[in-house]
């Protein structure tokens, strides 16, 4: 069978770019080795999100009389909250599968490999494409110090599907997955120790919002300990003793139930091919240019196995550019310099450009302006008023160099930042705008007027 366009992968970058590619007529066919969507969709950014509401809910019923109303015998009830989430990754896998339908796109399950000469190989039965795209993503990374058993040390895929809610659990990286476990078993009663190798929780986010996530879950109760590193892990029946050992080589052992690994992802990259068909890859990325092809003609790669964030959102924008592009279309080129960033804890955390440190290293004189939630009617009025809007603006121009939120529903407001910048609007103008009232968003504006220290309510 011979296509015009053949994507391995049907994560949130595969089935974009196979979508994409029967848009633009081209004979489109799509290899999918376990579930149509990928991790994202079955295993990350979806089912997640279903466990984070989950826990959102159950803290409104414990605190049921802060909002004037009776909620007795309140308990979490983990299978309950872990079915809710596999229903909903199921639901968004059977709407990938309607959209690639919909588009006339071949569905073809099985383990791809590439072959030299325009040529896919899946389980024994070959196929050719004059565009290859590969878009096989990432899975959870294993520390030597951490080896995953699924049962005692697990990754992100057993954490989601835990059947017995462990009494006491440690978090290892507090980047957006850990973080949001961490939250979420917190928030259900577990108690949850988060250890991070680097300075601050949330490592790539501001300082200022790093420090304030950390507060909000000490007040949860949580145990958050920076600066720190996993050692090893003794497991005795059912106890992990864990040991963590700090900046001034102290080591603490750290007794708990179940320990979950999320230090980042690494590439699926085995087994694919490469080297046989000429595709140069390092350190677990592809190589590729500003429209996704590798250095091999007809072979491409977008999402996780190439240079650059490893986000759901970012490997759609990829394959739109490489489709259209392949396509002989205009295509526009993914402006890294301006990818928004969303963790969706309680309060939830967003961000898009420079942070204050990274724009003083990079040579700019700045601006900053704030504002803070607990001067929000909205925020207020929702009982949750933690966190903060905060503008790093260039003090000679007035761009907005980076926008950094931490609150409620802020993942909901970061677009507004992430359109000005690309449209190269200024701080000033944008505050210009009205925002209604009375809502979180409105945070914005008085950041934004706060860096001309004109904020009404700041």
Not at 206 to 227: I, L, N, T
Request: net charge negative; glycine share 10%; charged share 25%.
């Amino acid at each position: 069978m011979k296509y015009d366009l053949l994507v391995i992968g049907s994560g949130p970058g595969g089935y974009v770019a196979a979508v994409k590619g029967a848009q633009l007529g081209l004979k489109t066919a799509v290899v999918e080795r376990e579930n149509l969507g990928g991790i994202c969709l079955n295993w990350g950014c979806i089912p997640t999100k279903a466990l984070m509401k989950s826990a959102q809910a159950f803290n409104y019923a414990k605190h049921a009389a802060t909002y004037g109303f009776k909620a007795e015998g309140v308990e979490p009830d983990l299978n309950a909250m872990v079915d809710r989430s596999r229903g909903v990754a199921s639901t968004m896998n059977k709407g990938v599968e309607f959209l690639l339908k919909k588009n006339g796109v071949e569905v073809i399950n099985g383990t791809a490999k590439v072959m030299p000469g325009k040529k896919v190989m899946v389980d024994g039965t070959e196929y050719e494409a004059e565009h290859i795209i590969i878009a096989t993503g990432a899975r959870s990374r294993v520390m030597p110090s951490m080896p995953q058993d699924g049962r005692r040390i697990i990754g992100y895929r057993e954490a989601m599907t835990l059947r017995e809610q462990p009494q006491r659990m440690l978090v290892c990286g507090s980047g957006a997955i850990g973080s949001e476990f961490a939250f979420f078993y917190q928030s259900i009663g577990t108690q949850v120790t988060l250890v991070e190798f680097m300075p601050q929780i949330l490592p790539n986010e501001d300082e200022e919002v790093a420090a304030q996530m950390s507060r909000s879950f000490r007040k949860m109760g949580m145990k958050v300990m920076p600066s720190c590193s996993v050692e090893k892990v003794d497991i005795e029946g059912d106890v992990c003793h864990v040991t963590v050992k700090d900046l001034k080589n102290t080591e603490t052992v750290v007794d708990v139930d179940v320990v979950l690994s999320a230090v980042g992802v690494v590439t699926n990259l085995e087994g694919l091919g490469l080297e046989e068909t000429g595709i140069k890859y390092e350190k677990g990325k592809i190589e590729v240019n500003d429209w996704y092809e590798t250095n091999v003609p007809g072979y491409y790669a977008i999402g996780d196995v190439v240079h650059g964030p490893a986000l759901a959102h970012v490997a759609s924008k990829e394959a739109i550019c490489c489709v259209e592009h392949l396509a002989g279309k205009e295509a526009v080129k993914v402006n890294y310099s301006n990818v928004p960033g969303c963790t969706y804890t309680t309060p939830e955390v967003a961000s898009v450009g420079l942070t204050e440190k990274k724009a003083v290293d990079a040579g700019y004189e700045v601006k900053v302006g704030k504002f803070f939630f607990k001067a929000s009617g909205k925020a207020t009025a929702a009982g949750n008023t933690d966190g903060f809007v905060k503008i790093v603006a260039d003090a000679k121009t007035d761009l907005i160099l980076g926008c950094h939120m931490c609150g409620d529903n802020v993942t909901e407001m970061i677009a507004e930042a992430v359109v000005a910048r690309e449209k190269g609007m200024t701080a000033r103008e944008l505050a210009q705008a009205i925002h209604p009232h009375p809502t979180m968003s409105e945070g914005v504006m008085e950041a934004l007027e706060a860096v001309h220290g004109e904020a009404i309510h700041g």
